[in-house]
């Protein structure tokens, strides 16, 4: 066997991608996590010197398939605003060698989007019908597809402040789901939704739950930025909380980490993880107040999309 890895690059990957049913290889995993057949180690951050950036190494172990590997990410500080890259290794368990070294920018634009849908229909009313989308580039567009057939979904809103000048985008939203409106302002959007899904690139909070008229799912997600988070973190305590992987999420989301330090929350507080959802360990939430899901990215999601990748390849 040789060990050059096969490399893939960005449009590749999209292209493969686009052959892969994504959010049923992550509910498999999740499944195997839960059942003991996978590894994920907590995400890796090492600063650079002088206040340069950083990277996250994300590191994944998937027995079944024979497979680890890890997802390294930079976050470089530049005069011109930082530059964000991520490349995924997969490595054989077998004979120790690499199999594939792929630009994981879609990768990770697909699994960050695809955890979140899954998170969505183990989680979303069954009757939900108001779906609301605070963001638009490439990743909002991304939980769009992947949502759009979970529910009977009477309004899909999307609200970002650069749509209204931006009718490139606008005419991407529409061709990923024809129906969908652009709110002119976030409130609009945000008007009875049974589902809000955050996919911005803040540091800071996009929304305060407290002002919603009615209990709602809201999924938030991660960025490179220091301590990120799209929602206060003094909300925490006020809402039955989700995660990605329990063990994990609480020592890298940022809203966690500072309600931890600052507001009294505690990480038993949280109702369960995509794991324990999807091997139905706990329950589909009532809606007596907020829902809120937190994914970090995990490095097996990665690996998990890396690993079909290949497959299709070989």
């Known amino acids: 066997m040789s060990s050059t890895p096969y490399v893939i690059d960005h449009t590749q990957a999209r292209e493969l991608l686009a052959r892969i049913d994504v959010p049923q290889i992550l509910r498999k995993l999740f499944r195997d996590l839960a059942a003991g057949h996978a590894v994920q180690p907590a995400q890796q951050l090492v600063e650079f010197p002088q206040g340069a950036g950083d990277f996250i190494n994300y590191l994944g172990v998937l027995a079944e398939d024979g497979v680890y590997g890890v997802k390294t990410s930079p976050y470089i500080v530049r005069e011109q605003g930082p530059l964000v890259t991520a490349w995924t290794l997969l490595m054989s368990m077998k004979t120790g060698q690499p199999l594939l070294l792929c630009d994981a920018g879609e990768l990770t634009t697909a699994r960050t989007a695809a955890t979140t849908a899954v998170a969505v229909d183990a989680l979303a009313p069954l009757n939900a019908q108001r779906l609301a989308i605070i963001g638009s580039g490439k990743v909002a567009q991304a939980h769009l597809h992947y949502v759009?057939?979970?529910?009977?979904?009477?309004?899909?809103?999307?609200?970002?402040?650069?749509?209204?000048?931006?009718?490139?985008?606008?005419?991407?939203?529409?061709?990923?789901?024809?129906?969908?409106?652009?709110a002119d302002s976030r409130d609009v959007a945000l008007t009875d939704a049974d589902v809000i899904m955050l996919c911005t690139s803040s540091a800071?909070?996009?929304?305060?739950?407290?002002?919603?008229?009615?209990?709602?799912?809201?999924?938030?997600?991660?960025?490179?930025?220091?301590?990120?988070?799209?929602?206060?973190?003094?909300?925490l305590g006020d809402m039955q909380v989700f995660c990605d992987y329990r063990l994990t999420t609480p020592g890298s989301a940022g809203e966690m980490l500072?309600?931890?330090?600052?507001?009294?929350?505690?990480k038993s507080a949280i109702v369960?993880?995509?794991?324990?959802?999807?091997?139905?360990?706990?329950?589909?939430?009532?809606?007596?107040?907020?829902?809120f899901f937190r994914s970090i990215g995990l490095g097996l999601e990665d690996i998990a999309l890396a690993n079909a990748v290949y497959q299709l390849n070989n």
């Open 258 to 266: 500072i309600a931890t330090e600052q507001h009294g929350w505690d």
């Open 148 to 182: 759009k057939g979970l529910r009977d979904w009477q309004n899909i809103s999307v609200y970002s402040p650069s749509l209204s000048e931006d009718a490139e985008t606008r005419a991407l939203l529409k061709e990923i789901y024809p129906g969908v409106k652009i």
């Open 204 to 235: 800071g909070p996009v929304i305060d739950p407290a002002s919603l008229s009615k209990p709602a799912l809201i999924t938030s997600i991660s960025t490179n930025a220091p301590r990120a988070h799209e929602v206060p973190p003094q909300s």
């Open 272 to 291: 369960g993880d995509l794991a324990d959802l999807l091997s139905e360990k706990v329950p589909r939430p009532d809606y007596d107040r907020h829902v």
